[in-house]
């Protein structure tokens, strides 16, 4: 086992179970923050029967003082923290006409607050390790329009220019952001998606891949960039998305 360790936040299901069970394959120890106690701990079992460390700590990334204790855990019981993933993540299908105060608030809540918030703990304590990597979770509808969900793409952009804005910043005392762009990938969250045939079609013409992705190819590059990338690669968001965003 490495001695570093890594925040997951969403690590209770779908992309965030799979991003930290890889990062903890790698042997770093993983702190698992979400709101729901019970999928996270699901997470800590498979990460533990396979030999790896992890931590739960319930977190609601929307609170600055629900985060700061999520980081003050992972330094006091594990010493510190070298990579963070801005996993944490809520979507919906409103059009503009129909959206209220309330939905977009909540979209942004989480999508970018939480993502702020998070960045900031992290930061703090990168800055005066002078090293420390962080990954943001964005989505291939931060790059492109989809009628309906005019607050999650703004979120899923914002993402993406938060990431440009802080990777340029943290490089100044050696620290590095980048963000992945998913597209469609099978998880709990589109089982029914998936089980409707007429709407998969839809989805399938979009993606020159003619499929979606498996958690682990996204949970491969997210490692990737949280363990192995080189320092000078920083700011950037890449598309995993089968070329969804190429055409």
């Not at 597209?183 to 709407?199: K, V």
Request: one cysteine or more; hydrophobic letters at 45%; charged letters at 20%.
């Amino acid at each position: 086992m490495s001695n570093r360790v890594a925040v997951v936040t969403g690590a209770g299901r779908g992309l965030g179970e799979a991003i930290a069970r890889d990062i903890a394959a790698a042997g770093v120890s993983v702190v698992l923050a979400g709101r729901s106690l019970e999928p996270l701990e699901v997470t800590q079992r498979l990460i533990e029967s396979a030999g790896g460390v992890a931590l739960v700590k319930q977190t609601d990334v929307t609170s600055a003082e629900s985060v700061a204790e999520l980081f003050d855990v992972a330094v006091t019981q594990l010493g510190g923290v070298d990579v963070l993933v801005n996993n944490a993540g809520v979507t919906g299908q409103v059009n503009l006409v129909d959206l209220d105060e309330a939905e977009w608030d909540r979209i942004f809540d989480t999508n970018v607050r939480g993502m702020f918030l998070c960045s900031r703990e992290a930061g703090r304590r990168f800055a005066q390790t002078g090293s420390g990597r962080a990954v943001n979770v964005a989505s291939v509808f931060g790059l492109l329009g989809r009628p309906g969900f005019s607050a999650y793409c703004a979120s899923k952009g914002a993402v993406v220019n938060f990431t440009r804005s802080v990777g340029a910043e943290w490089a100044r005392f050696g620290a590095q952001m980048n963000a992945v762009a998913p597209g469609y990938f099978a998880t709990d969250i589109n089982a029914e998606l998936r089980e409707d045939q007429s709407a998969m079609a839809k989805v399938l013409r979009r993606i020159p891949a003619y499929r979606m992705g498996t958690p682990d190819e996204l949970a491969n590059i997210v490692t990737y960039l949280a363990l192995h990338a080189p320092d000078f690669l920083t700011g950037q968001t890449i598309a995993v998305d089968g070329g969804e965003s190429s055409v």
